[in-house]
């Protein structure tokens, strides 16, 4: 049994009453449960205190947690009667049946044992009471009534809790106290009682103050709502403090202003402000709240204000994009103004000069004195000045046209009319395509002076003509990234900006290095395969406009569908004054038709026996849940994927499977085709795109073969003078067929000498492959363009048309007018719906 170190209060003539009142057989009087709970609870030593009176008991009891209770035991001809301060009245009982044990084991240790024989009192002997012998300090049990008051006070951290006497002349008396003071029975319960609510309620006691402290800020209002009237109740009157008060009217909500001043051409600064209704809080309450961030506060004169989540989350996206300290004011770019978390939560107080700024974005540039060259279409002198002013604000863009609308003549228009006198300029893009920038310079301006990076340049030209114009592959800027914090661009301009879409990849890191005045990206596919890409192409341009990554990724991918197109909404919206996309259909409006038609191609015996072959294989290794095979088993699943669309093309393409070109049906419906366009105009050219190089290569002895007359052109992606093919091709007055895998060239070339286009492997996404078709249909063809996609019946190439459908929607639907792109597994319900062989119609 633990050693008793408990409080006790008695007096004499209490202890020889409840001597008498424990000698009956008081156990009689509860129940079972009652006893043996209390006896747990005396063993343990969880008794703390036992105050004695003539009249009645108090026992109190505390637990290891601190948590306390106490019970009155008043003794009647039935036996003892309880009232506790807890509900559970089985504890109540519980320690009442403790306390009458601990009762027991005090009046052992202080009366005396009874002799053997007792002697008959001598009348002159005196009482108990008058013998000299020590007894306990009696204290006085009659006085005249007084009031216990609770007191509340508010604080910065919560509330605090003291409690006053007040006598019958109005007079007041501190009741938290050191010193010992005499109270009589019911104002000890009284006090018992006051201390056992509020460490119920969640008051933590102070010794040093003789106070209780409430700390949980946001259990305030629930507190003051629905205990402060128990406590009433009790004690008739509970002394509340003015901030005290203001709490009890409950938490209001604050609303989050940034006051925003320009600073300098290109930056400004935000103020975080925050307001109640008409009135502004204190700038030093401002700073503590904005701080602190979500939930309840409490601020001095106001009472208790909450930070919405909406604004919380708004206010840690500011933070996380910027790198100014929290509790001063902030700097930011100029069209952080636009930012993704703008218009939720925050908002935004701009001064005259930001709002005529914003203004000068989102409405039409106005024709300026400067001249620009007639050849230049209206759309693209349009696109041309929309650069300009973008420059002219301090912001960068993302010039979207669909492929073949000119954006090269479009960015060297710009360089050269909007030129920085003082700074070399750099563009990067597929090593493919640096010829062509090469060219198209000197061909629209012959006198501009270009640079192509190679190893050992390190972008320390210097020259009295005036500044370089930089042409790097994303290749050469990656080993160059060491050198990019010594230079300084005047422009930065990414062609085929689809290749920085991997947030984690060196090149993107080499690319958001570039430090410049200006930076453009130049893509007609901002969105291959994710939206994702879209943040990372924002990332280079205008870090910090879209928010975080993370803050983006959960929106994007959220399981909300009403959430997600909310935030698609607000997507387009943010991002429109840095977006230029012009279409083909609107503004090429003197490009002829482009015809596009599924071409379905018969499936051979051996195609088939194959197909099926590696669709049961597959199967057996990855099971039918498409789900788990994707994130299981990620690599074995798509290549499996590879090699039934292999199949679908010729069955030669698999490793085990010894097989002629010809026995492909795709290739023989090829070779048809072939033959009806080059025999009905012999000045038909011809472009066959497939992703499979080995495929390109075990069809060109065919054609070779079928058309000997016909001149044959190749580019892969082992080509070393990319730009000779291009060139033969385009310039070659008879019929002409080139082979082009698609990676090759899909981007960065010109092949507008051709009008039939044959997709050999439809492409899983339609942005890639539209951009191979658009290497034809483009500005300078003059004849009608036939793009066939050749699908094999029954196969998984018809379900890849589903996916492609799809991603044309998100493409759509976030840069059309400005998703998120769905899994297979949201596609098709397992492997077998996906791939198997369908029966021909």
Not at 147 to 154: E, N, Q, S
Not at 626 to 645: D, E, K, Y
Not at 650 to 658: K, Q
Request: hydrophobic content about 40%.
């Amino acid at each position: 049994m633990p050693t008793r170190a408990y409080s006790r209060i008695f007096n004499p003539a209490a202890l020889e009453v409840w001597f008498a009142n424990v000698g009956d057989d008081w156990e009689q009087s509860f129940d079972e449960d009652a006893l043996r709970r209390g006896r747990q609870l005396y063993r343990e030593g969880l008794i703390s205190g036992v105050e004695l009176s003539n009249e009645e008991a108090i026992v109190n009891c505390t637990f290891a947690r601190k948590d306390t209770c106490y019970s009155v035991i008043e003794w009647t001809k039935e036996g003892p009667h309880v009232r506790s301060s807890t509900e559970d009245e089985l504890l109540g009982r519980s320690v009442a049946v403790a306390g009458l044990y601990e009762i027991e084991e005090l009046i052992a240790d202080e009366i005396a044992p009874l002799p053997y024989e007792s002697k008959p009192k001598d009348k002159d002997e005196p009482d108990r009471e008058q013998r000299s012998e020590p007894v306990r300090e009696e204290k006085k049990e009659e006085r005249p009534g007084r009031r216990l008051t609770p007191r509340l006070a508010g604080l910065r951290s919560g509330l605090r809790l003291t409690a006053y006497w007040t006598n019958p002349d109005f007079s007041k008396e501190v009741a938290f106290r050191n010193d010992e003071q005499p109270l009589v029975s019911d104002e000890r319960e009284l006090l018992v009682r006051l201390t056992g609510m509020a460490r119920d309620a969640g008051f933590v006691y102070r010794g040093q103050s003789n106070d209780f402290i409430f700390n949980d800020i946001e259990q305030i209002a629930p507190f003051l709502k629905h205990a402060l009237p128990r406590w009433e109740s009790v004690f008739g009157y509970v002394d509340l403090d003015m901030e005290t008060q203001l709490m009890a009217e409950g938490a209001r909500e604050v609303k989050i202003v940034g006051r925003v001043k320009a600073k300098g051409r290109d930056r400004m600064q935000i103020d975080w402000r925050l307001k109640l209704g008409r009135q502004w809080l204190d700038p030093e309450d401002a700073r503590a709240l904005t701080r602190s961030g979500r939930g309840t506060h409490v601020v001095r004169g106001l009472g208790l204000v909450r930070i919405a989540e909406e604004q919380s989350q708004a206010l840690a996206a500011w933070r996380v994009s910027g790198a100014a300290a929290a509790d001063q004011a902030q700097e930011w770019p100029r069209y952080m103004v636009f930012s993704l978390f703008s218009e939720r939560g925050a908002e935004l107080d701009l001064e005259d000069e930001l709002q005529s700024w914003r203004a000068a974005l989102v409405e039409e540039p106005a024709s300026e004195e400067q001249k620009l060259p007639d050849f230049l279409r209206h759309y693209q002198e349009t696109g041309v000045r929309w650069m300009a002013n973008l420059r002219h604000q301090g912001c960068h863009g993302l010039l979207a046209d669909e492929m073949g609308l000119g954006k090269t003549l479009q960015v060297l228009s710009l360089i050269e009319y909007y030129p920085f006198k003082e700074a070399d300029s750099i563009i990067v893009c597929p090593a493919s395509v640096v010829p062509v920038w090469e060219s198209e310079a000197k061909r629209w301006y012959p006198r501009m002076r270009t640079a192509v990076l190679r190893s050992g340049e390190d972008f320390s030209h210097q020259s009295e003509e005036g500044p370089l114009l930089w042409i790097a592959s994303y290749t050469q800027l990656r080993r160059h990234k060491h050198l990019l914090d010594q230079a300084r661009f005047g422009y930065a301009v990414l062609d085929e900006a689809q290749q920085i879409k991997n947030p984690e990849a060196k090149v993107t890191q080499a690319c958001c290095a570039i430090n410049a005045e200006c930076r453009l990206a130049l893509t007609g596919t901002p969105i291959e395969n994710r939206l994702l890409d879209l943040w990372t192409l924002f990332r280079f341009l205008m870090p910090g406009l879209l928010g975080s990554r993370r803050y983006f990724e959960d929106f994007v991918n959220s399981p909300n569908v009403e959430l997600r197109q909310t935030f698609e909404k607000r997507l387009r919206r943010q991002i429109a004054p840095f977006i230029l996309r012009r279409q083909k259909d609107k503004v090429g409006t003197e490009l002829p038709p482009k015809m596009e038609m599924d071409l379905i191609c018969p499936i051979t015996d051996l195609q088939r026996q194959t197909y099926e072959s590696l669709l049961a294989r597959g199967r057996d290794e990855l099971g039918d849940d498409l789900q788990v095979a994707m994130q299981t088993n990620t690599m074995h699943f798509f290549s499996l994927l590879t090699r039934l669309r292999q199949v679908c093309c010729d069955p030669g393409l698999i490793p085990e499977v010894e097989a002629e070109v010809g026995q492909s049906g795709k290739v023989q419906m090829l070779l048809t085709r072939l033959s009806e366009a080059l025999e009905g105009d012999g000045q038909r050219k011809i472009v066959v795109f497939s992703q499979f190089v080995q495929l390109l290569r075990r069809i060109k002895p065919l054609i070779r073969e079928a058309f000997p007359k016909i001149k044959l052109y190749e580019l892969t992606g082992e080509t070393k003078d990319r730009a000779k093919p291009v060139e033969g091709f385009q310039s070659d007055p008879g019929p002409a067929v080139m082979l082009v895998s698609l990676r090759a060239g899909g981007t960065g070339i010109t092949l507008h000498a051709a009008d039939y286009v044959f997709l050999l492997d439809p492409w899983w996404n339609p942005a890639v492959e539209n951009q191979a078709i658009d290497r034809v249909h483009r500005i300078g063809q003059d004849r009608r363009v036939f793009v066939y996609r050749m699908i094999t019946e029954g196969t998984i190439e018809q379900r890849i048309q589903q996916l492609k459908q799809e991603k044309r929607e998100i493409f759509e639907n976030t840069l059309g007018h400005l998703g998120s792109a769905k899994d297979l597994s949201e596609h098709f319900g397992d492997l077998e719906e996906l791939a198997r062989l369908l029966p021909a119609e």
